[in-house]
């Protein structure tokens, strides 16, 4: 930038802080001359840092002031002084001194730690001064001498003294402070030399322009490029963001969302899917269970789901089983009520769902327990494996990978069943984001009535979403950390 027009452009704070910068090195000092406040001088420098007109460093050091009981003996001595002035004509008992002084017991104790150790007085039925004590009464102690050049730097008093003074209560205190300190880069030395008008006019007023005032005046230049504060307005979050980018792609293919409760009876969560009941997935230590029993409802229904798992899996089919009560483990009970509620006239039809769900997991960078999956079913006569691998791969470009393979795989409630992988081309491997199959047909004929091809999916919208907000621990959704929230990017 020309150096002409750099100064030209300077902010009336700028212009105020400039001649003190080859002169002061830190900020308290250049507050101190120039008389702006120190957020006025802060806000000069960061702008004159953004411009490299100055480097400014930060360094945290050790102060040591004066704590109150120190300003107290500034004015009345130190507890050891006070003691011997009582004695100075006249031997006292330890009670007589401790009444005349009004020393505590504490301040007691450690003057006469302080003064045995100086040979300033002498123990007998009374305690005496001694002439090593009224010459340390005389002499100004390095203690006083310390507390009296307070405040300080740490580094540059003597240790040995604040040590010593450290232990007693309240004499001195030790904090951190943070300062700032400016060096002048060859640009600012430059700037210096340049002549700034102090008659500058910063903005142009109505007034001006009426009465004509503005002509012949000096107007301040504005720098347009500058570094200006971020705004961070309101905005969904990020999850919900994504959430609401995944439906709409589900939308845009003729999908209608499905919708029900989280709390389900174990029937619907796990026995309509052909889960059998001594299945590991309704384990205690898989599922959130639930005080009370639900109400199964539907008896034709409840009778045709019990006649499949026992033909099927050679069972005697307990309805208390089924009536315990769960947090859905999965969305794919949201496909099971849909289902049973579809009529044959209703196909073909397509649904999809996301929405949470919960699993008694242990949670790490990669397990929470509660999480959205991404569920959908294509319920058509003529649907076929095919179709489900390309709605699949749709779906998985559109939410930005290119590369989806499939995996032969076992579910309960498919077959044929494959796992989803993707391509993560950052770090050069294949990764598993859910399963898919066709339902089998001991899932859909007693919710239907018919055998009919049903595709089916349950893909999870947390691994999905990860690469695209650059996120390695699944954690960091729920987090709430603000800044975070702020700035990470919109999805697009």
Not at 64 to 85: A, R
Not at 114 to 129: E, H, M, Q, R, Y
Not at 290 to 305: P, R
Request: positive net charge.
């Amino acid at each position: 930038m020309n150096i002409k027009v750099l100064a030209e452009s300077l902010h009336p704070l700028e212009r105020k802080v400039l001649p003190y910068l080859d002169k002061y090195k830190s900020l308290k000092e250049i507050q101190a001359k120039s008389g702006l406040q120190e957020i006025e001088v802060s806000r000069a420098l960061q702008w004159f840092e953004n411009k490299k007109i100055v480097k400014v460093t930060k360094k945290n050091f050790e102060v040591v002031e004066v704590g109150s009981n120190g300003e107290k003996y500034l004015k009345s001595g130190l507890p050891e002084k006070q003691f011997l002035k009582v004695i100075e004509k006249k031997a006292l008992s330890l009670k007589e001194i401790t009444d005349k002084t009004g020393l505590s017991n504490q301040e007691v104790n450690i003057s006469l730690g302080v003064l045995k150790k100086n040979s300033a007085i002498l123990f007998g039925d009374k305690i005496k001064i001694t002439v090593s004590g009224k010459k340390f009464l005389e002499k100004e102690s390095v203690e006083e001498k310390f507390l009296k050049e307070l405040p300080k730097d740490k580094e540059e008093c003597d240790k040995e003294v604040l040590n010593k003074l450290i232990k007693r209560k309240d004499l001195v205190e030790v904090s951190v402070r943070k300062e700032r300190f400016i060096e002048v880069t060859p640009l600012g030395r430059k700037l210096a030399k340049i002549k700034i008008s102090k008659n500058m006019v910063d903005n142009l007023t109505s007034s001006m322009l009426r009465s004509g005032t503005w002509k012949g005046k000096k107007f301040r230049r504005f720098d347009v490029e500058i570094n200006v504060p971020k705004i961070y307005p309101g905005k969904r979050h990020f999850v919900n963001e994504a959430k609401r980018y995944a439906k709409q792609i589900w939308l845009d293919m003729g999908f209608k969302e499905m919708n029900g409760p989280i709390v389900n009876s174990s029937f619907w969560n796990f026995d309509s899917l052909f889960v059998p009941q001594d299945h590991p997935a309704r384990e205690m230590q898989d599922t959130f269970f639930l005080k009370g029993k639900s109400v199964l409802g539907n008896k034709g229904l409840v009778a045709k789901v019990k006649k499949q798992h026992e033909k099927s899996w050679k069972y005697n089919w307990s309805e208390e089983i089924a009536k315990k009560t769960v947090l859905r483990t999965h969305t794919t009970v949201l496909s099971a009520r849909t289902l049973a509620s579809l009529k044959e006239s209703d196909l073909p039809i397509k649904y999809f769902s996301i929405a949470r769900n919960y699993r008694n997991e242990a949670v790490d960078w990669s397990h929470l327990f509660e999480f959205n999956q991404a569920e959908g079913i294509i319920v058509d006569k003529n649907a076929n494996f095919k179709q489900l691998l390309g709605y699949l791969r749709e779906f998985f470009k559109k939410m930005g990978y290119d590369k989806v393979r499939f995996r032969p795989a076992y579910f309960p409630y498919t077959e044929p069943s494959v796992e989803v992988d993707v391509y993560i081309s950052g770090k050069k491997k294949w990764v598993e984001l859910g399963g898919a199959g066709i339902f089998r047909p001991e899932v859909v004929k007693p919710l239907l009535g018919m055998d009919v091809p049903v595709l089916a999916w349950g893909l999870g919208l947390g691994r999905i979403v990860t690469q695209y907000y650059g996120i390695n621990d699944l954690r960091d959704f729920y987090k709430n950390d603000i800044k975070q929230l702020r700035e990470m990017k919109a999805w697009v």
